[in-house]
């Protein structure tokens, strides 16, 4: 595809609700990260995949979250039992590489948790 | 850790205004500095970058210079538009990690007003 695209674009979750965030990268693009922006600042890293491996999950806040992608392409982030401190607008981003290339991203999906 | 610190904002301008908005960063490595500019509801998009030490990167009548003596790279713009009214996020990069992951400034919202 042209961009980075994410859906669902808006998602309302009610508190304790199962939430799962979808990522299309780049084709081709062999790096895949995930990011939380929280409302005026800027956004936190969450989680980093190079192809299918997940490399590293440092950002993630708990282990309610939960991302893969197990074909190198797609990626899912999911967040369990929601709530309300989740609210943010998840960022998704693919560069060809890891290693200090640029990386390009996604409009983003805006979690609200009621 | 590694940070990046922005000047706070909003900014407000007239049209044809100078712009600067400050950019300093603290990091181990030697990092790759952007800028990033956000539009209402939608995602990031990369607006310059620079390297190493020195490089000046420039887009769209925008330019920033890598300052390694003062850790800094400031956003100039000699004469704003009001389509360049947006929120602009600074964020260095770690090229030789393999998490390649960017760490962001809190963003300053620029308006620019006709």
């Known amino acids: 595809g042209a961009g980075v695209s994410q859906s669902p674009r808006y998602k309302v979750a009610k508190r304790g609700q199962d939430v799962a965030l979808r990522c299309d990268p780049i084709?081709?693009?062999?790096?895949l990260f995930w990011y939380q922006q929280a409302l005026g600042q800027g956004p936190e890293f969450l989680t980093y995949?190079?192809?299918?491996?997940?490399?590293?999950k440092s950002g993630l806040p708990s282990d309610r979250f939960f991302a893969e992608r197990p074909e190198g392409s797609v990626s899912t982030l999911k967040i369990q039992r929601t709530q309300q401190e989740d609210s943010a607008v998840y960022l998704c981003a693919s560069s060809r590489s890891g290693r200090g290339y640029e990386q390009y991203f996604g409009p983003g999906t805006r979690l609200t948790v009621t | 850790g590694d940070s990046v610190t922005q000047m706070e904002g909003p900014v407000t301008l007239s049209e044809e205004a100078f712009l600067t908005i400050n950019c300093t960063y603290t990091a181990t490595g030697y990092p790759s500095l952007f800028w990033y500019v956000q539009y209402p509801g939608e995602g990031l998009q990369l607006l310059l970058k620079a390297t190493k030490a020195d490089d000046k990167g420039s887009n769209k009548g925008f330019e920033a210079t890598y300052r390694k003596e003062t850790t800094s790279f400031h956003l100039e713009k000699g004469s704003v538009q009001v389509s360049d009214s947006a929120v602009y996020f600074c964020?260095?990069?770690?090229?030789?990690?393999?998490?390649?992951?960017?760490?962001f400034g809190d963003g300053t919202t620029l308006t620019v007003k006709p």
């Open positions: 964020a260095l990069l770690l090229p030789n990690t393999n998490a390649g992951k960017s760490t």
């Open positions: 995949f190079q192809n299918e491996a997940q490399l590293d």
């Open positions: 084709s081709g693009h062999v790096s």
